[in-house]
């Protein structure tokens, strides 16, 4: 299908030319018409699918025919989003296929100074995205103006629930017109997105692109057994492969990322690292640095690398193996993005091979053994162990109590209405 057919404006058509995609993704394909008849929508889709562009693009063309009726008045679109990385990836987006529109955008997320963000929404924005934690504050503070607001995104739902915004969306979504066209993507369906779409969306159109909690099948699963003290030396030496251009390690505490990034640097990796307890600066000049190719490794927690899209990733490695299926789809899904090939590599200790096992019964599917040639697994102890210890805690068991957190939310905190209390949160 091309692009012309979606009846986009020509402004649009323009800017995604020349970003020289070849044709829509399979999500663009079915979500896009929908969007654009203005129905409320349910998008199933994995990262790095496309699905940004599947409602940025209806969204830029809905506002730009308002701006020819002489009606772009206001706010009229919200995105939010979980993590400041992603809003400010969206924002981005919009920049980017809105460059021959005169549509304005602000973001606003926490971490930073709230001034210049507050100088732009009183400016005059017609998009805002956001992270909800922020954007409680400042409704509560500036009385964001939504009266006009016409289109609400919920981008990476599932996250967002998680991650305990489930209160702050509430309030949100009060302050927000009834009459609105709402889209919601998420990687995964679980129960508890379901019913925010049945709160929030009106007979919803619904879009599934690829099986429900699987990998991309751009990306090339593998895994290595290692014993854990000897972790830190087999991501050494197989960064010494020409191949891997672009790494993205992810291990589990903020500790063990500052630990491993110190060796690596010590050994001459060019290496920074992304948590949550880094300054916003440092994070976005660590993403910054990673896409621009100034550094080669990027060492993440999944909090922070949850959403963000760098072009060009060849290799995510699971420093630590991540404690569920959602995190490991999404932490491979930065690898393998938009059709293009990627490397998926798991270090599992002994103590992980049941988590293995588990998420192999989840995804369907049986993920290759390797072992590293000329690597002694038989060393006796190494300058550092920085991941986290093998977990101990059975997987299954670890499920279910997330699940029954999950069902016990609201957890995070009381509906509290517009807290003026700023949060720093990812
Ligand atoms: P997303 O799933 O929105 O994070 O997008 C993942 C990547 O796909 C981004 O780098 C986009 O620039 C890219 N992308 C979006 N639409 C297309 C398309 N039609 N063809 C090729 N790449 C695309």
Not at 210 to 221: I, L, S
């Amino acid at each position: 299908m091309p692009f012309s057919k979606f009846g986009l404006g020509e402004g649009i058509l323009r800017a995604i030319k020349k970003v020289g995609y070849a044709r829509p993704t399979p999500v663009q394909t079915a979500a896009i018409p929908k969007a654009m008849e203005g129905k409320d929508l349910i998008a199933i889709a994995q990262t790095g699918t496309g699905k940004t562009a599947a409602f940025v693009w209806p969204m830029l063309h809905r506002l730009s025919q308002r701006k020819a009726e002489n009606k772009l008045h206001g706010t009229k679109a919200l995105i939010l989003a979980p993590t400041r990385e992603l809003a400010v990836q969206i924002v981005e987006n919009i920049e980017s296929y809105g460059r021959h529109l005169t549509i304005r955008v602000a973001a606003i997320y926490g971490g930073v100074d709230e001034a210049s963000q507050l100088r732009a929404v009183r400016k005059g924005v017609h998009i805002i995205v956001a992270t909800p934690g922020r954007l409680i504050d400042f409704i509560g503070r500036h009385k964001t103006d939504f009266g006009n607001l016409e289109i609400l995104v919920l981008d990476e739902a599932d996250r967002m629930l998680h991650m305990g915004f489930l209160p702050d969306i509430e309030t949100i979504v009060e302050t927000l017109p009834k009459r609105r066209q709402t889209l919601m993507f998420s990687a995964t369906f679980p129960r508890e997105v379901e019913s925010l779409a049945k709160r929030f969306l009106y007979q919803p159109q619904r879009v599934q692109v690829g099986k429900r909690d699987n990998p991309a099948e751009t990306v090339k699963q593998s895994v290595y057994e290692v014993p854990p003290h000897l972790k830190a030396a087999m991501l050494q030496e197989l960064l010494k492969s020409e191949k891997f251009r672009r790494v993205l390690v992810f291990v589990r505490m903020k500790d063990g990322a500052n630990r491993l990034t110190e060796f690596l640097k010590n050994e001459g990796v060019k290496v920074s690292r992304l948590h949550s307890s880094r300054s916003q600066e440092q994070r976005l000049k660590a993403l910054q640095d990673f896409k621009d190719g100034n550094i080669h490794v990027l060492v993440a927690t999944d909090i922070v690398a949850r959403g963000i899209d760098i072009e060009g990733v060849s290799h995510v490695v699971n420093y630590d193996f991540p404690v569920n299926t959602e995190d490991y789809v999404h932490r491979i899904g930065r690898t393998g993005r938009a059709e293009h090939e990627g490397e998926a590599i798991s270090l599992v200790p002994k103590g992980d091979l049941n988590l293995l096992g588990i998420l192999e019964m989840a995804i369907g599917q049986r993920i290759e053994r390797k072992r590293l040639r000329n690597f002694n697994y038989h060393a006796k102890s190494q300058p550092l162990e920085a991941g986290a210890p093998p977990a101990k805690r059975d997987w299954r068991k670890r499920t279910r109590e997330m699940d029954a957190k999950k069902t016990a939310m609201p957890a995070r905190r009381p509906a509290k209405k517009f807290s003026p209390k700023p949060k720093n949160r990812d």
